[in-house]
């Protein structure tokens, strides 16, 4: 089993910046990749951006390309998400989710969620 806990978020004004981190434990060597999901009220939970455990491969969701950033720290077994020029639309709660087998999509691991509001 993998556990992750979020953490980071808040209440920020639309133009700021946020990082959340990701704090993985338990089987962190089965981890192949780690992902930010987000999902805000009436909305159907969404991608935001994903990274293989080696870092090498990024994805990001489209809205968010060069302003959200996504990174890690192996020997803290820590996953980041630097949010900068934030947005009203991307208040949502986010949630962390590890990915454990290359050969499926599907995450398998998810944290609790942190909340990220943006005001106007």
């Known amino acids: 089993q993998v556990q992750l806990v979020e953490s980071g978020g808040g209440l920020v004004q639309a133009g700021g910046s946020l990082r959340l981190s990701c704090a993985a434990s338990?089987?962190?060597?089965?981890?192949?990749?780690m992902g930010w999901f987000r999902q805000a009220p009436g909305k159907a939970r969404e991608f935001v951006a994903s990274?293989?455990?080696?870092?090498?491969?990024?994805n990001y969701r489209e809205s968010v390309k060069g302003r959200f950033t996504i990174s890690r720290d192996n020997a803290k077994n820590t996953v980041y998400m630097q949010m900068n020029s934030l947005k009203p639309e991307d208040a949502a709660v986010y949630f962390c989710?590890?990915?454990?087998?290359?050969?499926?999509?599907?995450?398998?691991?998810w944290g609790q969620g942190t909340q990220v509001t943006v005001s106007s």
């Open positions: 989710a590890a990915r454990g087998n290359r050969n499926s999509p599907d995450y398998n691991y």
């Open positions: 990274m293989n455990w080696s870092g090498i491969n990024t």
């Open positions: 338990g089987r962190t060597f089965s981890i192949y990749a």
